[in-house]
């Protein structure tokens, strides 16, 4: 006989008296980057979970939902793990969600596989973390989802040739593959890559290399946030795009929060990706708006809307399970979820619990004094390659 871990029969007491009490609060704990250099992002993404709330209601089921957050501090995968430990042991919550970045996500895993709680992640996008454990469920994306469509892009467009700038940790490593798959198999050629630290990288010698190299275009993927700021300065600052060399990237480079602190510098960049808040539908304008009046002075991005439709996922399992947060239960009713996003419509992968989203090709251009990201091609439903 098995004898349960010690944070398995702490939990197993607690899932015994939800059942027997199923008009209790409903707590869902968030582990997010509320500090250090990540912190804006996970404001972003907590502000989206709670714009949800507030156009849906705090009641679901019978039950009220409450939100507990914990600050991880960003890649701290030891705080992560420490935090999840504490929200389903002390705060006794039903739900596991937030997980901005990826070693946070695999830190927490193996507590949702042995407590069996659901969890769902709402940015973290290395391929790999929805195998992690049979409770994850992503509404954010991947690295390799959002990398395949530039690839393909590139290769139809005139780029022969490309040199990959990407950072070294595990999305990095997965859009640098994806990207010389995809580009490579479609006839491209890859004349040289390089990976970059994850702190405080200076990205002024990696691009002169490429320069030297003269390829057609640069690939590039850092970590969202002021990375993507000193690269796309430091391109310009080098003279790549004097020189002819383009810039291709993922959308994460250029999201809203950041756009601005670029500048003028990022006019013309090409990026492929799942969300802009310049997104042409009646269900992103409504978003765009709620979330201005909300949020005064902020334009809500990836990672509020990855927060957003996180709540839908668990907003409309509970329905199906009326108000039954058994792990196994409310994966059952998540999967195969399809609903109209504000990023377009989005469908959870019933084999991968992965989302199944379109993916759009972006050029910046200034609107109304405004940089934005102006989708001008899409490729609809596109699965995770990663797991192809």
């Not at 839908?312 to 979820?337: C, F, P, Q, R, W």
């Not at 992968?349 to 200034?366: C, F, L, S």
């Amino acid at each position: 006989m098995r004898i349960p871990t010690p944070l398995v029969a702490a939990c197993l007491s607690l899932v015994l008296a939800g059942t027997a009490s199923a008009a209790q609060d409903l707590k869902i704990g968030m582990i997010l980057p509320m500090t250090g250099p990540f912190a804006g992002h996970g404001q972003e993404l907590e502000n989206g979970a709670k714009l949800y709330m507030q156009q849906h209601g705090d009641t679901v089921a019978g039950r009220k939902i409450r939100l507990i957050i914990k600050d991880d501090t960003g890649i701290a995968p030891a705080i992560s793990k420490r935090q999840a430990q504490t929200l389903l042991i002390q705060d006794k919550v039903d739900i596991l969600a937030g997980f901005g970045m990826t070693p946070s996500a695999f830190a927490v895993a193996p507590l949702a596989s042995e407590t069996k709680t659901a969890m769902v992640v709402m940015n973290a996008a290395t391929s790999s973390i929805t195998t992690q454990s049979p409770y994850i469920i992503r509404t954010s994306m991947t690295l390799p989802q959002v990398t395949a469509p530039i690839a393909a892009w590139a290769a139809k467009n005139g780029i022969r040739t490309v040199y990959s700038i990407t950072a070294d940790y595990g999305p990095g490593h997965d859009a640098e593959t994806q990207f010389i798959k995809t580009f490579t198999a479609a006839g491209g050629k890859m004349i040289g890559s390089v990976r970059t630290p994850t702190q405080n990288p200076d990205f002024a010698p990696f691009l002169q290399k490429a320069k030297d190299l003269h390829p057609d275009a640069v690939f590039l993927f850092v970590p969202a946030g002021e990375q993507g700021v000193a690269a796309v300065k430091a391109y310009k600052e080098r003279g790549l795009d004097k020189a002819g060399i383009k810039l291709i990237a993922t959308g994460d480079i250029d999201s809203e929060d950041v756009i601005g602190a670029i500048g003028d510098a990022a006019l013309g960049l090409i990026t492929s990706f799942h969300y802009s808040d310049a997104h042409d539908s009646p269900e992103n304008h409504q978003f765009v708006t709620a979330y201005a009046k909300s949020y005064p002075g902020q334009r809500p991005n990836f990672w509020s809307v990855g927060g957003y439709d996180g709540m839908h996922v668990i907003y409309e399992a509970l329905k199906k399970t009326g108000g039954n947060a058994n792990g196994d239960a409310l994966l059952e009713a998540s999967k195969g979820m399809k609903w109209m996003s504000p990023r377009g419509p989005v469908e959870i992968d019933p084999q991968t619990r992965d989302i199944i989203q379109n993916v759009y090709i972006r050029r910046v251009e200034k609107i109304d004094g405004v940089l934005k990201n102006v989708e001008f091609d899409k490729i609809e439903a596109v699965k995770d390659p990663g797991k192809a």
